[in-house]
């Protein structure tokens, strides 16, 4: 299985780049996630990357990946406000029929 | 398509108390999972199934039981909840075998006093 940490929490400003990032130990990792969770609700797939690509971009969401030193990032550009949520990187729990393992998720806050 | 749901929404237990956390989704997939959420803890799997009559324990099992008799379905029994069970549940669904991503429902809230 994989083991996933990152950091707890992260504040910036509006209009700032925002950048999470996330450590993982399953090298034999495929695919690598972001989840998004606002306040009182469910994880929503915010973004994936496949283990063959160094980099993925979608609209204002970067996800890099560093393989060798197993390091994800998830770099958000132009922050607004909406974007307050909890961040959760994830990566394959191959032992327990595709299920996840998921970091303790990053708070992102926003301010004006 | 309704996706992943879950009732209740909301639910208040007291010690000892027994009740089951139901899951449904449409979409046809194989693989459900239970997953608790604790402040600071992010989401521990309980249980999983990879499909119809077949299950198996997550990291955080005890207390719990599952079963999966249809595909669409895949409730979590608490045997006799605790205030240790105190948390939020989610139940997750996903399709593929080479891509994992999860489809999560919108989550119970449980207390236990």
């Known amino acids: 299985g994989e083991d996933v940490e990152q950091s707890l929490f992260l504040s910036v400003r509006e209009g700032d780049s925002s950048v999470i990032n996330c450590t993982y130990t399953d090298s034999s990792s495929t695919y690598l996630y972001w989840y998004k969770q606002e306040p009182g609700a469910g994880l929503q797939l915010l973004t994936y990357?496949?283990?063959?690509?160094d980099m993925k971009q979608d609209q204002r969401l970067t996800v890099l990946l560093n393989k060798k030193d197993k390091h994800l990032s998830l770099r958000i550009a132009d922050t607004q406000t909406g974007d307050s949520a909890i961040y959760f990187c994830?990566?394959?729990?191959?032992?327990?029929?595709?299920?996840?393992?998921f970091g303790k998720g990053t708070s992102l806050l926003v301010t004006p | 398509n309704a996706g992943v749901t879950q009732t209740p929404k909301f639910q208040v237990l007291k010690t000892g108390q027994s009740m089951t956390l139901q899951c449904a989704q449409d979409?046809?997939?194989?693989?459900m999972s239970w997953y608790r959420q604790d402040p600071g803890m992010g989401l521990r799997l309980i249980h999983y199934?990879?499909?119809?009559?077949?299950?198996d324990q997550g990291e955080v099992p005890n207390g719990y039981n599952v079963s999966r008799s249809t595909t669409e379905d895949f409730p979590l029994r608490l045997l006799s909840a605790a205030p240790s069970q105190t948390s939020v549940y989610f139940c997750?669904?996903?399709?593929?075998?080479?891509?994992?991503?999860?489809?999560f429902g919108p989550g119970t809230r449980l207390t236990v006093t």
């Open positions: 199934s990879v499909g119809a009559g077949i299950t």
């Open positions: 990357i496949f283990s063959n690509m």
């Open positions: 994830a990566g394959p729990n191959s032992n327990s029929g595709y299920a996840l393992n």
């Open positions: 997750a669904s996903s399709y593929s075998q080479e891509n994992y991503e999860q489809y």
């Open positions: 979409m046809n997939h194989e693989y």
